[in-house]
């Protein structure tokens, strides 16, 4: 299912969860980001913020502010996304970025549990159930 | 005209002339132009025959004409023409030995040159006891010779027989009387046979020891430039598999897989949605599960070409002629079946080649690939109409197709210049 990384407790205010949380997905396969807008079109209280490719793309983005979550890719050309998650989270502390990959957590490179991220998830895992819990979990 | 005055003076002329005899004798023993360098390579010709001749006409003049002079001029008795009874069946042995040395039958050349050698040589010493010493040295120049020529279990028994035939010529000197004929004829001419006769056939012998150890040294040299060369297109193979494997596993993580997981989640969601959705969902799964089922068709087909398994090059190079990104004429000539390395090497190649045009030559690039066969070679030619590049500067690619013929006992020859096309060659030696 997903694992919450150790040492990450978000903190939110609580105003977003009585509007739409505003998903935000990075991937740079197409089909991905596709399944992603069907999934959080099934869903009522979760809207998708937008996309983007690459994890520079990502990073100038979402500083602006306009997520709560960002569905992070780890295996993107260039940048990647864990150094994305990494800056992001530094500019965003309460921002929740969840990362995933095809990969198992085994295969993961030992910067994924200390940049910032506050899940790992396996992509085919990917549902309107498993969405809301993890907003639960690190509300 | 000018450039006649600016010419320096030849080589030659600046020889001091107490420095000739050492230039010679290294010319001789070391760098010769007719026994050159590389005498490994050319041992199998015109060392040996140069030889051989060098040893006929010594045999010939010393053994044949020499007593026949005699015997006109100085000395007028049968005993003399026993000389030229034993050299001319020597030279007709040696004559022999050039023959089956032109027949590549070297071995037994030198076997034949060896024995009969050493009957003459203990017949003369039979003849006339006086020339033991240069008989002695005459015994050993075939057998010195020999060497690579013959495997080394006959090279021992050579040794020994050698040992044998010198031990026979030694006793026959030193317990047969000087024959009263001998005795009596021109000692001048004898002492001109020993005095010229021992110090020539010491340093025949000497030119033929270093000679051997020359080419073996640079046998030696070039073997180890060779194993140099061997262990880096070793390293460059496996690291060009290294970056096969790890292209494999970047297309298979990047793409189907990446469609797998989007189409799990779809049939995920799918499961839960019914009506307008349902149909929308399954529409998009269908269109993920086409996409993938062509990717992994791509991807098979990358790894290993199914027509070049049942069909071999004459099947599988057209489709990828057709695949390919330029327009590809095709002249496949008597092309057959080959092992499966040779194959892959050859198609791999023409892959790569195909690659390559379609990468760097430029708009307009056509390419032509021909083939040719006999019994014992296959040369492949790819060439294309592309912008060429400088040849000293070939890339990975193109290096790892010359490792890669290498290994199947093939070799590449690339030919390109700036503005003038590409033409790559492939030949590889099937007869082994």
């Known amino acids: 299912m997903y694992t919450i990384v150790p040492g990450k407790r978000s903190r939110h205010d609580g105003t977003v969860a009585d509007e739409c949380v505003r998903v935000w997905v990075v991937d740079d396969q197409a089909s991905f980001r596709r399944a992603t807008a069907a999934t959080l079109d099934a869903m009522d209280d979760f809207v998708m913020a937008g996309e983007c490719e690459t994890g520079e793309s990502a990073v100038e983005r979402i500083a602006g502010g306009g997520a709560d979550i960002v569905l992070m ?67 | 005209m000018a450039d006649h005055e600016l010419k320096p003076p ?47 006409a010594l045999w010939l003049s010393a053994g044949v004409v020499l007593p026949l002079l005699e015997y006109a001029f100085w000395y007028r008795t049968p005993y003399v023409l026993l000389f030229a009874a034993v050299g001319a069946p020597q030279c007709i042995a040696l004559a022999f030995g050039l023959r089956l040395a032109r027949l590549g039958r070297y071995s037994q050349s030198i076997s034949l040159v060896c024995v009969t050698n050493w009957i003459s040589a203990v017949l003369v010493t039979l003849i006339n006891p006086n020339f033991l010493a240069v008989m002695a040295l005459v015994a050993l120049v075939p057998v010195v010779f020999a060497e690579p020529y013959i495997r080394w279990q006959r090279g021992l028994a050579f040794t020994v027989i050698t040992a044998v035939c010198v031990l026979t010529m030694a006793m026959l000197a030193r317990f047969l009387p000087i024959p009263e004929v001998v005795q009596h004829g021109p000692r001048w001419l004898e002492t001109l046979v020993i005095v010229v006769g021992v110090p020539f056939n010491a340093f025949h012998l000497m030119v033929i020891v270093w000679n051997n150890a020359a080419a073996l040294k640079t046998s030696e040299g070039r073997l180890a430039d060779r ?38 989640v779809l049939i995920g969601l799918a499961r839960k949605t019914d009506g307008d959705r349902y149909q929308a969902l399954l529409g998009e799964a269908s269109e ?139 030949v590889v030696d099937t007869s082994v």
């Open chain 1, 73 to 139: 890719d780890i295996h993107m050309p260039g940048m990647g996304g864990i150094e994305a998650t990494r800056q992001i989270h530094a500019a965003q502390p309460d921002l929740i970025v969840v990362l995933m990959s095809t990969y198992d957590v085994e295969d993961l490179p030992a910067a994924a549990s200390n940049c910032g991220a506050a899940a790992y998830l396996h992509k085919e895992r990917l549902s309107p159930d498993l969405l809301s819990r993890i907003w639960q979990t690190t509300n």
């Open chain 2, 10 to 56: 030849p080589p030659g002329g600046m020889l001091p002339h107490w420095r000739v005899p050492q230039v010679l004798l290294t010319a001789a023993v070391r760098s010769s132009s007719l026994l050159g360098h590389d005498l490994m390579n050319r041992f199998r010709a015109e060392r040996y025959q140069l030889f051989l001749s060098g040893h006929l």
């Open chain 2, 288 to 426: 993920l599960v086409d996409t993938s089922i062509a990717e992994i068709r791509r991807l098979a087909h990358g790894i290993y070409p199914p027509l070049l398994v049942s069909g071999g090059l004459i099947e599988a190079l057209p489709t990828l002629a057709a695949r390919a990104a330029v327009p590809v004429h095709l002249d496949l000539d008597s092309l057959g079946r080959y092992p499966t390395s040779t194959e892959a090497a050859l198609y791999y190649c023409c892959s790569e080649a195909l690659q390559n045009a379609a990468k760097h030559g430029g708009s307009g690039t056509t390419v032509t690939v021909t083939s040719h066969a006999d019994d014992k070679t296959i040369t492949l030619t790819i060439s294309d109409t592309g912008r060429g590049f400088d040849s000293a500067t070939i890339g990975m690619g193109l290096t790892n197709m010359t490792d890669r013929l290498s290994a199947v006992g093939g070799r590449l020859v690339i030919d390109s210049q700036p503005g003038r096309g590409t033409r790559i060659t492939a």
């Open chain 2, 227 to 264: 194993a140099v060369e061997l262990a880096a297109s070793r390293t460059r193979l496996a690291t060009a598999a290294d970056e096969e494997r790890r292209r494999l596993e970047r297309d298979l993580h990047d793409g189907a897989q990446q469609h797998l997981v989007a189409l799990s």
